[in-house]
C-alpha cells in the first residue's frame, strides 16, 4: 500500500497550520479539510471557484500533497479511507462510555503485564547504547512520538523521528549501523509502507504492531505485539488514542530508572 495514503491527511493538515490566514494554500488546505470525505465527487472548477483561485493554483496545490494534478488525487482517493467506517462503529451506540471504560482498562491491564518483562529492560538498554535512536511512525500518532521525544531530551536524549517517506529519506544518511530504529504501527500499514526503505539499513530494529506476521521476524531484531493472540475485546482504536501513549510512558519512567541506576554506580 502506498505511504500516501497515510500522509494524505497529514500534509493537508501541515499546509493548513504552517501557512499565512488567507493565502491560497490556506483556504485550499482548509477546503479539502471541510470536504475531505467528499474529495473524490469534487471537480477542479468547482475548488477553484470557490475558493478564488486559478485551476493552476489548485494544481500546484496538488502537487504539494504529492500527486501530478487533481485528477490523479481524486482517482487514488477511495484508496485513503483513513477509517471513517471504523470510527462511525465504534463511536456510535448507547452504551459507547461503558464500552470505552471497559475496553480501555483491559488494554492498559495488558498492556501493562506485557511491558512487565526482561524483553522491556532489552529495549531500554538498546536504547541507552545506541549510537543514534529513530522512531518512525504513520502520522496519527506522531504527536505521541514527538511529546516522547521532548521528554527525552530533558535527560539528555536526543531522539530523530519520523512519519513519511520524505523524512525517512532524509534521515538515511544520520543512520549508521550502531543506530537504533524503533516502528510504532499500530495495524502494519506503515511498516509495510517503508519496507523498502528498511531493508536497506543495517542497524538493529524493534516494532511495535497489533499485527501478527511472520514476515516481520525477518525484517525486525524484536517484534513485540501489543495485544495477545486472544485479546478481540478491545477496538483498534484505542491503541491509537490511549494505548501507544501508554506505553511510551512506561518507556520514559524505565528509561528514567535505567539512567538513575548507572549514576549510582
Known amino acids: 500500500m502506498n505511504n500516501e495514503r497515510l500522509s494524505l491527511l497529514s500534509n493537508i493538515q501541515h499546509i493548513f497550520n504552517g501557512n499565512q490566514v488567507g493565502s491560497a494554500d490556506f483556504e485550499l488546505a482548509r477546503y479539502f479539510l471541510q470536504n475531505y470525505v467528499n474529495i473524490s465527487k469534487l471537480n477542479i472548477n468547482e475548488v477553484a471557484d470557490q475558493n478564488h483561485v486559478s485551476r493552476a493554483t489548485v494544481r500546484r496545490f496538488c502537487e504539494h500533497l504529492g500527486y501530478e494534478n487533481f485528477k490523479n488525487l481524486k482517482s487514488h482517493f477511495e484508496d485513503f479511507n483513513e477509517g471513517i467506517e471504523k470510527y462511525r462503529k465504534f463511536y456510535s451506540g448507547n452504551d459507547f462510555r461503558s464500552q470505552l471504560v471497559s475496553q480501555s482498562v483491559y488494554m492498559m ?3 501493562s503485564e506485557r511491558m512487565n518483562t526482561p524483553e522491556k529492560n532489552a529495549i531500554i538498554k538498546a536504547i541507552f547504547k545506541a549510537e543514534g535512536v529513530f522512531i518512525f511512525s504513520s502520522s496519527r500518532i506522531s504527536s505521541s512520538i514527538c511529546a516522547f521525544q521532548q521528554e527525552m531530551v530533558n535527560f539528555g536524549l536526543t531522539i530523530y523521528v519520523a512519519d513519511n517517506q520524505d523524512d525517512i529519506d532524509l534521515l538515511e544518511s544520520q543512520i549508521t549501523k550502531k543506530s537504533l ?43 513485540y505485539n501489543l495485544r495477545g493472540q486472544e485479546n478481540q475485546r ?32
Open 234 to 265: 478491545v477496538n483498534d482504536q484505542l491503541y491509537y488514542t490511549y494505548g501507544i501513549d501508554f506505553v511510551l510512558d512506561i518507556l520514559f519512567k524505565d528509561y528514567l530508572d535505567y539512567i538513575y541506576k548507572k549514576e549510582e554506580e
Open 109 to 111: 491491564r495488558e498492556l
Open 181 to 223: 530504529i524503533i516502528i510504532f504501527s499500530i495495524t502494519g500499514v506503515f511498516v509495510n509502507s517503508i519496507s523498502n526503505s528498511l531493508g536497506k539499513l543495517s542497524c538493529k530494529k524493534m516494532l511495535f504492531t497489533l499485527k501478527r506476521d511472520v514476515l516481520f521476524n525477518r525484517q525486525f531484531d524484536k517484534v
